[in-house]
C-alpha cells in the first residue's frame, strides 16, 4: 500500500491550492484519511481529518479557507487551500489508516512542499 501527494507549489498570498493523496495497493477501507504538515523548524501538526462518516475537522488557523474531501471510488482524498497566506508555507503530509485485508496499518505519503510567498 503506498500513498502519493501531489499538488504542492510556489503560489502567492491569497492564491489557491489543491492537494491530492492518492492511495494504491491492495486496499479494503481507508479511514480516517488526514493532512498534516510541517513548517521549517516546527512540529508537524494536523491540518485536516475526514472520517468515512461525520463531520470533518480543520485546525482553527485554516477553517474557512481550507477544505478536505475523499473520493472513495479513487481511494484518493484532496486538500483545497484557498487564501493562502504565508504562515501556510510547509509540507504537506497526507496520512491515512488503510484496512488491506491482512490487517490495518496507518500509511504516510511522501510530502509535498507548499510555498506561499509574493
Known amino acids: 500500500v503506498q500513498l502519493q501527494a501531489s499538488g504542492g507549489g510556489l503560489v502567492r498570498p491569497g492564491g489557491s491550492l489543491t492537494l491530492s493523496c492518492a492511495a494504491s495497493?491492495?486496499?479494503?477501507?481507508?479511514?480516517?484519511m488526514r493532512w498534516f504538515r510541517q513548517a521549517p523548524g516546527k512540529q508537524r501538526e494536523l491540518v485536516a481529518h475526514?472520517?468515512?462518516?461525520?463531520?470533518?475537522y480543520l485546525r482553527d488557523s485554516v477553517r474557512g479557507r481550507f477544505a478536505i474531501s475523499r473520493n472513495d471510488a479513487e481511494n484518493t482524498t484532496y486538500l483545497e487551500m484557498n487564501n493562502l497566506k504565508p504562515e501556510d508555507t510547509a509540507v504537506y503530509f497526507c496520512?491515512?489508516?488503510?484496512?488491506?485485508?491482512?490487517?490495518?496499518?496507518?500509511?504516510w505519503g511522501q510530502g509535498t512542499l507548499v510555498t506561499v510567498s509574493s
Open positions: 495497493g491492495p486496499i479494503l477501507t481507508i479511514n480516517p
Open positions: 475526514l472520517g468515512s462518516t461525520g463531520r470533518p
Open positions: 496520512n491515512a489508516l488503510i484496512d488491506y485485508g491482512l490487517g490495518a496499518a496507518e500509511y
